[in-house]
C-alpha cells in the first residue's frame, strides 16, 4: 500500500504544478505519474483506472509520446488569455495535432475500443486540427480522487488536502465535479481561433 499512495501523492502534487504552471514536462511527468499509478495499484490488487474513460485517453497519449519521445515538442500549452476573447472552464488549453490524437486512439487495445471508441473519443475536446486535452485531465484527477478515496487509499500531502477541500466544496454548495471543456468566442470559428493559436506558438 505505501507504494500507491507515495505514487497517488505524487499524481497529486504534479497535477498541481500543471495548473499552476504547465509547460511540457509538467505534462509529461503528470501522465508519466498516472500510468505509474494505475500500475502500482494493479499491483497492490487494488484494482485499476480502466473503468474510467478519461485514464484510457491519456495512456493511450502518454504511451505514444513515450515511446516517440520527439513527438512531445508537437504539443502546445497556450494561457486563453493570450487568445481573442473565448470562454472555457481552465486558464490554460494543452492542444495536440489531430492526427496524433488518431493515432493515439488507434493503439488502444480492442477490448477498451470496440463500444467505448466514441466514449472515449468525448471525453476530448475536438477542434479541426488540434484536439484539447486538458478538460480530459481535470475530469480523470476527479474521478482519480473518487476511486482511490473509494478504495480507501488515504493520501496526504497540501496538494491533496487542497484537491479534497475544493471536492467537498463542491458537494456542499450543489456545484458539479466534472467540467465540459465547451470552448466559445465572439472572434469567429473556435476552431480557426485554436488551430491559428497552435501554429503561432513556439512551446
Request: proline residues 3%.
Amino acid at each position: 500500500m505505501k507504494t500507491v499512495i507515495s505514487a497517488g501523492e505524487r499524481v497529486f502534487r504534479l497535477y498541481h504544478l500543471h495548473c499552476l504552471s504547465p509547460n511540457l514536462d509538467t505534462l509529461f511527468n503528470l501522465l508519466n505519474a498516472i500510468h505509474s499509478l494505475n500500475d502500482k495499484l494493479d499491483n497492490e490488487k487494488i484494482g485499476d483506472f480502466f473503468s474510467i474513460h478519461e485514464f484510457i485517453a491519456l495512456k493511450a497519449l502518454r504511451n505514444i509520446f513515450h515511446h516517440q519521445e520527439e513527438l512531445v515538442n508537437e504539443l502546445r500549452i497556450i494561457p486563453v488569455e493570450s487568445l481573442p476573447p473565448i470562454s472555457t472552464d481552465l486558464l490554460y488549453l494543452c492542444l495536440v495535432p489531430t492526427n496524433l490524437v488518431e493515432e493515439a486512439i488507434a493503439t488502444i487495445p480492442n477490448k477498451y475500443r470496440a463500444d467505448e471508441e466514441l466514449v472515449i473519443r468525448e471525453v476530448l475536446g475536438w477542434y479541426g486540427d488540434v484536439v484539447n486535452i486538458n478538460p480530459c485531465i481535470f475530469n480523470f484527477m476527479v474521478k482519480a480522487y473518487e476511486y482511490m478515496d473509494s478504495k480507501g487509499v488515504d493520501l496526504a500531502g497540501d496538494e491533496y488536502f487542497e484537491f479534497a477541500a475544493s471536492y467537498h466544496f463542491e458537494v456542499e454548495n450543489g456545484h458539479s465535479h466534472y467540467i465540459t471543456g465547451a470552448i466559445s468566442c465572439h472572434a469567429g470559428s473556435v476552431k480557426e481561433v485554436l488551430e491559428k493559436a497552435f501554429t503561432s506558438v513556439t512551446q
